[in-house]
């Protein structure tokens, strides 16, 4: 399971979206199909807007077809079809502490299926 943590460089969101670039590029480089990202959830003011502003940049990555997909940690629990789907493209996933836990701190990125 890959883990990208921006949260811990305390970024702005425009050097977020960066971050995000460069850990997708890496991930896919590494021939990845799925990777973590820790982003908060906003308790000091600074999670919350990077947590939407990632997450809308993955809309844009998304719309673009550079990502096949994402899934905010709200909704990374079994009973998601995309979180299924992720599970069974790399079962180490199966054992994240996250899972199920509705942590709105993190993102599941799906660079390929």
């Known amino acids: ?13 425009y050097q977020a979206e960066i971050l995000v670039r460069n850990n997708l590029e890496m991930y896919r480089a590494k021939g990845e199909k799925v990777f973590k990202i820790i982003h908060g959830y906003g308790s000091t003011g600074k999670g919350g807007a990077l947590r939407t502003g990632i ?8 719309g673009a077809k550079i990502i096949a ?39 599941i990125i799906v660079i390929k299926w």
Not at 3 to 10: F, G, L, R, S
Not at 55 to 62: E, H, S, T
Not at 73 to 94: I, Q
């Open 1 to 13: 399971m890959e883990i990208a943590n921006i949260e811990k460089y305390m970024p702005t969101v």
């Open 69 to 107: 997909d994402y899934i905010p940690g709200e909704n990374w629990t079994v009973f998601d079809a995309t979180t299924r789907k992720v599970l069974d493209l790399d079962t180490s996933y199966g054992k994240d502490k996250d899972l199920g836990q509705m942590n709105s701190g993190i993102t």
């Open 55 to 62: 997450r809308n940049y993955l809309d844009q990555l998304k």
